[in-house]
């Protein structure tokens, strides 16, 4: 039995280490009959090192989506690699250290802005980099952390996420008319790298285990991968502009 991606062809960001969520992601997706390659920023030796423990090898491209240079080459160098793309996967954010930790009130708009370009704007920036090899259409899927809410320590990471949340959504309306669809997984909190980064992730991963009506596992990112792979399938070929909550359900709890 084939694979729900077999003959797919897919560009996967943010691989750092086997506990994030594009690992999963890219491991599945090779699982499921897609081709994969990979980018990485800033260290693309980690991500090499990292690829070697997925099932097939993969080629990694180094990519800064702040940098226009890497994102002008970008669709020549994966031209030269697969042809053709028909899923992106991005899984990148990044903000400043004093952007997050409970020192919201006081940071300053350039560390505001590098959250937002680095987590926000680069969702367009690297769809539009990979437009060129998308003429059969195809899915985008990036990954959100619920921005409906404020949530302790996340401070300005909580408003970039809004903003890539309102961005897939423009982009679903501007890029259906080529049959490309822009989705998000908003995922429950994990002990991944980016998790790390934030001061006090302990505080806001704690409210799973009393609120989460399905049991929530900080270290299994697999859920939220298949959540991904089952949007950059055939599967949901009319869905987009949409938010798919990987999360255990608590985003449907109130109290």
């Keep these: ?12 960001t ?7 969520i594009a690992f999963h992601t890219a491991k599945l997706a090779q699982e499921q009959g897609a081709e994969v390659i990979l980018t990485a920023f800033p260290r693309p030796t980690l991500t ?14 180094e990519l800064d989506v702040t940098n226009d240079e890497h994102l002008a080459r970008l669709a020549d160098v994966v031209g030269e690699e697969l042809g053709t793309l028909d ?9 400043p250290q004093d952007a997050l930790g409970g020192n919201f009130l006081n940071t300053p708009f350039e560390s505001v802005a590098t959250a937002m370009h680095v987590s926000a704007y680069s969702l367009k920036s690297l769809t539009m980099a990979c437009l060129p090899l998308m003429q059969n259409g195809g899915s985008v899927v990036g990954l ?5 809410f404020a949530w302790p320590q996340y401070d300005w990471m909580g408003p970039a996420k809004a903003a890539l949340e309102a961005t897939s959504r423009y982009m ?11 989705n998000l997984v908003s995922a429950g909190p994990l002990g991944s790298m980016a998790a790390k980064s934030i001061p006090g992730f302990s505080e806001l991963a704690s409210v799973w285990d009393d609120r989460s009506p399905l049991e929530w596992d900080l270290k299994d990112p697999e859920p939220a991968g298949r959540g991904v792979v089952a ?7 009319k869905t987009t502009g949409e938010i798919v909550h990987v999360d255990g359900g608590l985003h449907a709890i109130g109290a």
């Design 1 to 12: 039995m084939s694979g729900i991606l077999e003959g797919k062809r897919v560009l996967i």
């Design 14 to 20: 943010g691989v750092l280490t086997e506990a994030s």
């Design 48 to 61: 090499e090192r990292i690829a070697r423990k997925l099932p097939k090898p993969t080629k990694v491209i």
């Design 87 to 95: 899923g992106v996967v991005h899984s990148i954010g990044f903000a």
């Design 144 to 148: 959100t952390f619920d921005a409906q």
């Design 172 to 182: 679903a309306r501007d890029l259906g008319k080529q049959n490309i669809r822009c």
């Design 231 to 237: 949007l950059l399938s055939d599967w949901f070929p």
